[in-house]
């Protein structure tokens, strides 16, 4: 079966600092990988996806960049956070494109 | 572009009553609709979805209902528990993938 990581569950990071959370998925080959941004409250902001080793997507302009250096490793990363960075973050796969997501357990960072 | 719009934004009930929650979108082409749960400080999770061929499915106590004329779907649950307490997404996949803004279902006991 499928499963997806996300690592670290938790981050306190000071503004200014830099930024890397790291997604894995095992059980599947190729899947597309998805960086969503979750607010207090709900509403899930799509930051980007990838269908392929190096293909990145953006979908919002930020502070924000991702790699994808293996077949089922996404990274997000920053070189400089913001406190608007504070947030909940989590990583999807899907085998189709727009099919169906499931998510990681999410990383939370709080930026002071 | 697609727009879905989630309503109510949260809801009460009472253990044992049923809850319903209803999303509609705006692109005729779409053809998959999937529902999360969301349960707090943890990613969501699909709990059920419907594709565009047929008009209802259903899972143990969920169902969702799906009117392609209207363009509008709804998640039921019946003889809620507890546990049921969470936030639910719905979403709509065409060209893209777009969630809906969520409801916080809350079942007290």
């Known amino acids: 079966s499928q499963t997806i990581h996300q690592w670290p569950a938790t981050l306190v990071q000071p503004v200014g600092s830099p930024l890397s959370l790291e997604c894995t998925v095992e059980?599947?080959?190729?899947?597309?990988l998805y960086w969503y941004r979750q607010a207090a409250g709900r509403g899930l902001q799509l930051l980007f996806y990838?269908?392929?080793?190096?293909?990145i997507s953006s979908e919002v302009p930020q502070n924000l960049s991702a790699s994808r250096p293996q077949d089922r490793q996404f990274i997000l990363s920053s070189k400089k956070l913001l406190l608007s960075d504070s947030g909940f973050y989590l990583c999807?796969?899907?085998?189709?494109?727009?099919?169906?997501?499931?998510f990681g357990p999410g990383t939370r960072l709080l930026v002071l | 572009g697609e727009n879905v719009e989630q309503h109510p934004s949260t809801l009460s009930v009472q253990e044992g009553d049923s809850a319903v929650i209803k999303c509609t979108y705006s692109?005729?082409?779409?053809?998959?609709f999937p529902w999360y749960k969301q349960e707090l400080g943890k990613g969501p999770q699909l709990i059920i979805d419907i594709r565009s061929n047929v008009g209802e499915k259903k899972d143990q106590r969920i169902a969702v209902t799906l009117n392609k004329t209207a363009k509008h779907f709804s998640l039921h649950i019946t003889e809620t528990q507890p546990e049921d307490s969470a936030v639910y997404f719905c979403a709509v996949a065409g060209t893209a993938l777009i969630f809906g803004k969520g409801t916080t279902l809350s079942v007290s006991s």
């Open positions: 692109d005729s082409a779409s053809n998959y």
């Open positions: 999807a796969w899907s085998s189709g494109t727009w099919e169906t997501q499931y």
């Open positions: 059980g599947t080959s190729n899947p597309n």
């Open positions: 990838s269908v392929g080793i190096g293909q």
